[in-house]
């Protein structure tokens, strides 16, 4: 069962355009909701991450748009440039506790062509 | 600062093999946890510890042990490796919800 939905699996975007990735999700109980960026080779990390009392948050060329009815989030590149080729995840997080394990999407491989 | 620590890098192994995949983190972080990456399938949880002495499973545990004697280490053990097993593996570690990753060691069972 898979708890996490992330589109495209695959994205190629032009320099300077704007690379849109979704994510939809099933169980309400989840309240962090991070995204992953991973370089060939390397291991994910953060990027940035919002919490369910807020529909947006933006860190530079990112933001996150959190959709709390339709159970949906999204993560925005402006401006995207060749360096952001990376695979990019989603995640989500339950509720309480000392327990940070993430459920993770499939993965989105983005492409930016100079 | 070293961060999360994986050795090794590569491992072959041929079908019923066991071996073990390390793990230490030098950020005094309680969870720990062991996730493997295959094309098209994203990072499943294979087993996590919220502490020294307790570990618990994932989404994906079988065939893999772990043990948490201390809070630094998180060994993940084949007991008999299949070609199943062939995938990349990730440690990561955790204090306040970010999750950090090692780079990961890449298995091949042949």
């Known amino acids: 069962q898979q708890q996490v939905k992330q589109s495209p699996q695959s994205l190629i975007v032009q320099k300077g355009g704007i690379s849109i990735i979704n994510c939809a999700y099933e169980?309400?109980?989840?309240?962090?909701f991070p995204w992953y960026q991973q370089f060939p080779g390397k291991g994910p990390a953060l990027l940035i991450a919002?919490?369910?009392?807020?529909s947006e948050k933006k860190e530079g060329r990112f933001t996150i748009s959190f959709n709390k009815s339709a159970k949906q989030f999204s993560l925005h590149i402006m401006d995207s440039q060749p360096g952001d080729s990376a695979t990019y995840f989603c995640a989500a997080k339950l509720s309480g506790g000392s327990n940070y394990k993430l459920t993770f999407g499939k993965g989105t491989l983005l492409t930016v062509n100079p | 600062n070293a961060g999360v620590t994986q050795t090794p890098k590569f491992q072959v192994l041929k079908t019923g093999q066991s071996m073990t995949l390390q793990c230490a983190q030098d950020m005094n972080h309680e969870y720990m946890s062991w996730y493997r990456q295959d094309p098209g399938m994203g990072l499943r949880l294979i087993h996590y510890?919220?502490?020294?002495?307790?570990?618990d499973q994932g989404e994906v545990p079988n065939g893999y042990n772990v043990s948490r004697s201390t809070t630094e280490d998180f060994p993940l053990r084949l007991l008999s490796a299949a070609p199943s097993q062939t995938s990349v593996y990730f440690c990561?570690?955790?204090?306040?919800?970010?999750?950090?990753f090692g780079e990961g060691s890449r298995l091949t069972v042949l």
């Open positions: 169980n309400t109980a989840f309240d962090y």
């Open positions: 919002i919490r369910p009392d807020v």
């Open positions: 990561a570690s955790s204090y306040s919800g970010e999750l950090f």
């Open positions: 510890s919220v502490g020294a002495g307790i570990t």
